[in-house]
C-alpha cells in the first residue's frame, strides 16, 4: 500500500494558463475525491468519483475546473484559464469500496500546491 | 462551505499535558472524522464516530459526539511534540453523499 500520490506538488503558474494535476489512489479503491484547501481553512469538496462515473460535484466547480477519471485508476483535474483566487492546495482522497451504509474513512495524498501569479 | 467550526482555533500546551479540541456543526450527520494535518502536508485520518455512538477511544485519543448539541470533542492525553498540527473535524451527511465537509482546524502547539 503506497498511499495516494499527487503530481505535481508545485505548481506555478501564470494567470491565464491552463494548469493539470494528476492523482493516483491507493490500488483497488474506486473511489475518488478532489477537494481544495487555501491557506487557514479546512478543506473543501470539489467532486467525487466512483470508478469512472462522476456522482457528485460542489458548486465551486466552477466552469474552468473539469475532472477526469477516465479508466476508473488515476484521475485528472485541469483548471482553464486561471485566476489569483485558484491558489490553492488540491488535495486528491480515495477510499474503497463501501461495505454498506454512508460511513467512509477517506485517505489524502500530500496535494499540489497551486500559486497563480 | 464550512459546517464545523472548531474552537480554539489555536491552542499551546506543555509536553505530558492533555488537549481537548472541540467541534461545531450544523445539519444533521452519519458520522464525524477527526483528520490531523502536518504543516503544509496532507490529511492523516485519526478516529471516526458514527451518529449512534457517544464515545470512542483509540490509544490516547478519546473522541465524544453530542448529536444533540451538533458538538463533538476530541481529548488527546499525555500529549507529544509529534502531536503539534492542525487538526479537523468533518463531517458526512449520508443521505446519497460521501463527501466530507471540514471546519476550519485547531491548531496545536506542543512545547518540549
Known amino acids: 500500500d503506497t498511499g495516494v500520490s499527487q503530481d505535481p506538488r508545485h505548481k506555478i503558474t501564470k494567470r491565464g494558463q491552463n494548469v493539470t494535476f494528476r492523482c493516483d489512489p491507493i490500488?483497488?479503491?474506486?473511489?475518488l475525491y478532489w477537494y481544495r484547501q487555501t491557506l487557514g481553512q479546512g478543506p473543501e469538496f470539489l467532486t467525487y468519483?466512483?470508478?469512472?462515473?462522476?456522482?457528485?460535484k460542489s458548486r465551486l466547480l466552477s466552469d474552468r475546473f473539469s475532472a477526469e477519471r477516465p479508466k476508473g485508476s488515476f484521475s485528472t483535474l485541469e483548471i482553464q484559464r486561471t485566476e489569483q483566487g485558484d491558489s490553492a492546495m488540491y488535495l486528491c482522497?480515495?477510499?474503497?469500496?463501501?461495505?454498506?451504509?454512508?460511513?467512509?474513512?477517506?485517505?489524502f495524498g500530500p496535494g499540489t500546491r497551486l500559486t497563480v501569479l | 462551505s464550512q459546517q464545523g467550526e472548531e474552537d480554539p482555533q489555536a491552542l499551546s500546551i506543555q509536553e505530558g499535558e492533555n488537549a481537548t479540541m472541540n467541534c461545531s456543526y450544523k445539519?444533521?450527520?452519519?458520522?464525524l472524522q477527526w483528520y490531523r494535518q502536518n504543516s503544509g502536508r496532507g490529511l492523516v485520518h485519526l478516529i471516526l464516530?458514527?451518529?449512534?455512538?457517544r464515545e470512542k477511544h483509540s490509544g490516547r485519543l478519546r473522541v465524544t459526539l453530542d448529536t444533540s448539541k451538533k458538538s463533538s470533542s476530541l481529548l488527546i492525553t499525555a500529549s507529544r511534540a509529534a502531536d503539534t498540527a492542525s487538526y479537523f473535524c468533518?463531517?458526512?451527511?449520508?443521505?446519497?453523499?460521501?463527501?466530507?465537509?471540514f471546519g476550519k482546524g485547531t491548531k496545536l502547539s506542543v512545547i518540549p
Open positions: 468519483f466512483q470508478n469512472e462515473a462522476q456522482l457528485e
Open positions: 468533518a463531517t458526512q451527511s449520508g443521505a446519497g453523499s460521501y463527501q466530507l465537509t
Open positions: 464516530i458514527r451518529s449512534n455512538e
Open positions: 482522497a480515495s477510499s474503497p469500496p463501501l461495505a454498506g451504509g454512508y460511513t467512509d474513512t477517506q485517505y
Open positions: 490500488s483497488e479503491h474506486n473511489r
Open positions: 445539519t444533521s450527520i452519519n458520522n
